[in-house]
C-alpha cells in the first residue's frame, strides 16, 4: 500500500474541494486533492450543472477567486470560440445564453480554467492530485483524524497522513468513515422548529439526485437510442403530487405548485443576446431548450455550429424513487447501486421520449434530431460522469443554520440574521426539489445570509473540516446553501483555515473562540466577502 504524507488533504475535488485546494495552496501549503471521477470541478464538471447564483453575482455575492474562475471562462470563450463581434465584447458575457445562470458553459470550458488555476501550485510540487480515487478507510485516534486510505483506478490502496482532512466529498463520505457525528435526511419539526420541516424525522427524506446530459439537435437526421430497458416503466410513472405523466411537458411549478406546461423548441432563432438570466425576476424554466442551454450558436460567427447544446436537467428526469445514499439500518450498497441505474434510466427514458413521442408545436409527435451528446461530457454512455447531488450527509456543527435564520417570511425582504463569526455570504431561494419520502418541491423565499465559522466546526472531531454541501445545515436550509457560489466559498473558508491553524498552531474551534478577529483579516485579504450591502430577498 502507497502511502503520502502532507499538510492537508482535501478529499473530494468538487466545488468546494477545488476551492478548499487553491485556499491552502496559495497560502503555501502541502495540499493532496483527490477525487473519484477523472475530472476536477463537481457540479461544473462532471456533474454537468451550469451555475445556480444570486441576482447580484456579477457585482458581489462571491468570493473573489470565485468571480477569477468566472471571469476565467469568458476569457476562455473570447480567446479560442469565434463569437460574434457584439458578443465578444460584452463585460458580462453568457456563453451559453441560458435563463438559469448569468454564466452558463460548457463543462469542458469550467475544467480547462479550474485545471489552469490550479496548475501553478502542482508545478511547485505543493499540490498533488490523485483522480479515480475514492475514500474506503480512516485511521482515527479520539477526535483527530490520522490518514484516509483511498481505493484508485487500479484497485490499489494509497494512505494519505496529513495534519487537516477536509471532507469535500459530494455525499459526506468521510463523516461515517471517521465517526464524526453527522446528520442525513430531514429532522422533525421540533426539533428546530422550522416551520417547513415535517412532522417526523426522518433520514431517508433527502433531495432527488439527477443525471445531466447534453443535446444537440440536427432537423433531417435520426439519432434516436434504443429503446431503454426501463422505458415503460418511466413512461407510465405518474407521482402521487404530479399533474400528469413524469414524461411530459406538464409539471408542477416549483414555487406554486401549480400545474404549468413547459415548452421546447430546438435552435429557436431569437438573438440569445436578447436573453436576460435573473432568477429573482423569472426562474426561467418554463422554456426547456433555452433554461440550460451552455452553447448558443446564434453568438458565434454564421456558420461555426449547426446547433445550439443545451444541458437536461429539468422536473423529468429528477429521480427520488429511494435514496441514493447508503444510511445504516435503511439502505445498503445495493440499494445505492439500484438508485444510480434507475436514475440513469430515467434520464434515457426521458431523452428517447424526446426523440419519439414528445408533441411538437406544429402538431406532429417526436424529435428524432436530438443528438445525445457523450462528447460534451466525456462519458461514453452520455450522462454526466457523476449524479447530480444535492443533499448530502451534514456535520453536527456548533452552529446549525435553520430556516428561522433564513426565512423572508420570517426575517422580512431586508432583514438578516448577523453573525459575528461570518466567514462569507451567499443568497438563493430555499429550494428543495421532490424527495426519497414523496415530498413535493419546497421553494419557498429566502434573504441573502452570512456563513458562521460555527457551521464549519464539528461538535467534537478537532482536525475534519466540511469543505462543500456537508456544513450545518438542517435538510430545510440545505436547499439555499448546496449552490455553486456558497459551496466554492465554504470549500474556500475551509482550506484558509486549516492553512491558519497549521501556521499558527491552533485548533479550528479555539480560532472561533480566541483569535477569530485575526483570521477575519485573512479572509478579508483573500477576498472573501464576510457582509451584504442592502439587498432586498427573493
Not at 459526506?172 to 465517526?179: F, H, K, R, V, W
Not at 422536473?315 to 424513487?321: I, K, Q, R
Not at 454512455?381 to 443554520?401: C, F, M, N, P
Request: hydrophobic letters at 35%.
Amino acid at each position: 500500500m502507497a502511502e503520502l504524507g502532507t499538510e492537508i488533504l482535501v478529499a473530494g475535488g468538487g466545488v468546494g474541494g477545488v476551492a478548499a485546494a487553491l485556499a491552502a495552496a496559495s497560502a503555501g501549503h502541502r495540499v493532496v486533492l483527490t477525487e473519484e471521477t477523472d475530472w476536477l470541478g463537481g457540479q461544473f464538471t462532471a456533474q454537468a450543472v451550469p451555475p445556480d447564483e444570486n441576482p447580484w453575482i456579477e457585482q458581489f455575492g462571491g468570493t473573489a477567486t470565485y468571480r477569477q474562475f468566472r471571469e476565467g471562462v469568458r476569457d476562455y470563450y473570447r480567446r479560442h470560440y469565434p463569437l460574434r463581434a457584439e458578443a465578444a465584447a460584452l463585460a458580462n458575457l453568457n456563453p451559453g445564453a441560458g435563463r438559469v445562470s448569468k454564466l452558463c458553459h460548457e463543462p469542458r470550458v469550467a475544467l480547462a480554467v479550474l485545471e489552469a488555476m490550479l496548475a501553478p501550485h502542482r508545478s511547485s510540487g505543493r499540490l498533488t492530485v490523485l483522480l479515480r480515487h475514492r475514500p474506503v478507510a480512516a485511521d482515527v485516534t479520539g477526535d483527530r483524524v490520522e490518514a484516509v486510505t483511498f481505493e484508485g483506478p487500479d484497485g490499489g490502496r494509497t494512505t494519505v497522513r496529513a495534519e487537516y482532512t477536509l471532507d469535500a466529498t459530494e455525499n459526506g463520505d468521510l463523516l461515517p468513515l471517521t465517526g464524526t457525528e453527522f446528520a442525513v435526511g430531514a429532522e422533525a419539526q421540533s426539533e428546530y422548529g422550522e416551520p417547513h420541516a415535517p412532522e417526523q424525522a426522518n433520514p431517508a427524506n433527502l433531495q432527488g439526485i439527477t443525471y445531466c446530459f447534453a443535446l444537440s439537435h440536427h432537423a433531417g437526421e435520426d439519432h434516436t437510442i434504443d429503446r431503454p430497458e426501463l422505458y415503460g416503466v418511466w413512461r407510465e410513472y405518474q407521482p402521487e403530487f404530479w399533474p400528469g405523466p413524469l414524461l411530459g411537458f406538464l409539471a408542477p411549478d416549483p414555487r406554486s405548485l401549480e400545474p404549468v406546461p413547459r415548452t421546447f423548441d430546438p435552435n429557436p432563432d431569437a438573438d440569445p443576446l436578447a436573453v436576460s438570466a435573473d432568477q429573482s425576476a423569472d426562474a426561467g424554466d418554463k422554456e426547456l431548450w433555452g433554461f440550460r442551454r451552455i452553447l448558443a450558436r446564434k453568438l458565434h460567427q454564421p456558420g461555426a455550429f449547426d446547433s445550439d447544446i443545451t444541458l437536461v436537467n429539468w422536473p423529468l428526469n429528477d429521480y427520488w424513487l429511494r435514496p441514493a445514499l447508503e444510511i445504516d439500518g435503511v439502505t445498503t450498497a445495493e440499494d445505492v447501486a439500484r438508485a444510480h441505474y434507475e436514475a440513469k434510466q430515467l434520464s434515457l427514458s426521458v431523452l428517447y421520449w424526446l426523440q419519439t413521442e414528445a408533441p411538437r408545436l406544429d402538431g406532429g409527435t417526436g424529435f428524432p434530431g436530438l443528438k445525445l451528446r457523450p462528447d460534451v461530457v466525456g462519458t461514453d454512455d452520455g450522462l454526466a460522469k457523476s449524479a447530480y447531488v444535492r443533499e448530502a450527509r451534514r456535520i453536527q456543527a456548533v452552529t446549525t443554520i435553520i430556516e428561522q435564520d433564513v426565512s423572508l417570511d420570517i426575517l422580512g425582504p431586508t432583514g438578516r440574521k448577523r453573525r459575528e463569526d461570518s466567514v462569507g455570504i451567499g443568497s438563493y431561494r430555499i429550494d428543495l426539489h421532490p424527495s426519497t419520502a414523496g415530498d413535493s418541491y419546497i421553494d419557498v423565499p429566502s434573504v441573502p445570509f452570512e456563513l458562521p465559522l460555527g457551521a464549519l466546526l464539528p461538535r467534537r472531531m478537532r482536525n475534519l473540516l466540511p469543505a462543500g454541501k456537508n456544513i450545518g445545515t438542517t435538510h430545510i436550509t440545505n436547499g439555499c446553501h448546496r449552490l455553486h457560489p456558497v459551496e466554492w466559498n465554504v470549500g474556500e473558508v475551509a482550506g484558509h483555515l486549516a492553512g491558519f491553524a497549521l501556521r499558527e498552531g491552533l485548533q479550528p474551534h479555539q480560532i472561533r473562540e480566541d483569535r477569530f478577529d485575526d483570521f477575519a483579516r485573512v479572509l478579508d485579504r483573500a477576498g472573501v466577502e464576510r457582509r451584504w450591502p442592502e439587498v432586498r430577498g427573493y
